[in-house]
């Protein structure tokens, strides 16, 4: 009987050192942090810029005319706007290549707001963003006008010419 005992004792010594084992490795934990973090790059959009034709003005009258368009974006909340004319140098041109016209643009950055002056080349700063998101299918909310004042146009050397162009670069940067 003493084979017998022996032979018993060993597995059940064997159990109670494996069950312990066990109930300390259920008890060991560890813990970490991670950050989660929703993050908006910045971008903006513009879209809607239209050329701008002035055809035979009426005499002794301002060409005047604006082009609604959209600003929008995402990662801020004020923005600046510049207007560069390719033609002039801190003015605004129309040219022929031989005779230059100044005019002026202002700028809107709400329907219904009034209008800002600006200089050709300078940033208007301090715009607040309208809506964020981009302008696939939004609504226009600015417009920019050009004036070419009576002055300017209605003179010999510019009736004798046909055609005046510039192209205007129109920037908006995040702030």
């Not at 069950?19 to 908006?40: R, S, Y």
């Not at 033609?87 to 009034?114: E, M």
């Amino acid at each position: 009987m003493k084979h017998m005992l022996r032979g018993c004792v060993i597995p059940v010594a064997m159990a109670a050192i494996s069950t312990v084992g066990a109930q300390f490795a259920l008890a060991a934990t560890d813990q970490a942090n991670t950050e989660i973090m929703l993050k908006f790059n910045e971008s903006i959009d513009i879209n809607g810029l239209e050329n701008l034709t002035f055809e035979d003005p009426a005499p002794s009258t301002d060409a005047e005319g604006w082009v609604d368009f959209c600003i929008r974006g995402i990662g801020f909340t004020n923005f600046e706007i510049q207007f560069d004319s390719l033609n002039g140098d801190g003015a605004y041109i129309l040219s022929n290549g031989s005779t230059d016209i100044p005019y002026q643009v202002s700028f809107r950055n709400v329907s219904g707001g009034s209008f800002s002056p600006t200089n050709e080349g300078v940033a208007l700063n301090g715009q607040i963003l309208q809506n964020p998101g981009n302008c696939n299918g939004a609504p226009d909310n600015s417009t920019f006008e050009v004036l070419i004042p009576n002055a300017n146009w209605e003179n010999p050397n510019v009736l004798s010419g046909t055609i005046y162009t510039d192209v205007l670069t129109v920037t908006v940067t995040s702030e």
